[in-house]
């Protein structure tokens, strides 16, 4: 699987793919060939793997890359959290359910890229860049 260097090459995703969404975890190895998630807090079963979508809303005015940086910010927490083995990836899927924290659910239809570390240090820094007080949404 190729993996993308840049916010503008995930960006560039998002202009030839629809139901893109991200997905932090080892990998579609293993995620692709199962059918759902865990719920940490709970231990609960999901229907489907967690994940965050990428797809730009219609209501946005920014740039495509500041929405990926947006969106890969929001959840960097989770490469800590979890361990060196979890990593960002790119992925086609089917929102099946919500999750406990209203994340959607999906089923991994096609694996396009990793996410290098790279892009989310440059994430980190757009975020930076901005005027708001943004925060990861690790609520510990």
Request: aromatic share 8%; hydrophobic share 40%; charged share 25%.
């Amino acid at each position: 699987m190729p993996t993308l260097t840049s916010l503008a090459e995930v960006a560039q995703v998002l202009e030839h793919h629809r139901d893109v969404y991200v997905r932090w975890s080892a990998g579609p190895e293993s995620d692709c060939v199962q059918e759902g998630s865990v719920d940490a807090l709970t231990g609960a079963d999901l229907p489907g793997l967690s994940a965050n979508p990428l797809d730009v809303a219609s209501w946005w005015e920014g740039s495509a890359a500041l929405w990926v940086a947006r969106r890969l910010y929001d959840y960097s927490h989770l490469r800590e959290e979890k361990g060196e083995h979890v990593r960002p990836w790119v992925l086609t899927g089917e929102a099946v359910d919500r999750g406990p924290d209203n994340e959607p659910l999906i089923r991994c239809r096609e694996p396009i890229a990793w996410i290098d570390p790279v892009v989310v240090r440059e994430a980190t820094a757009e975020i930076g860049r901005q005027e708001g007080p943004w925060g990861t949404l690790n609520r510990r």
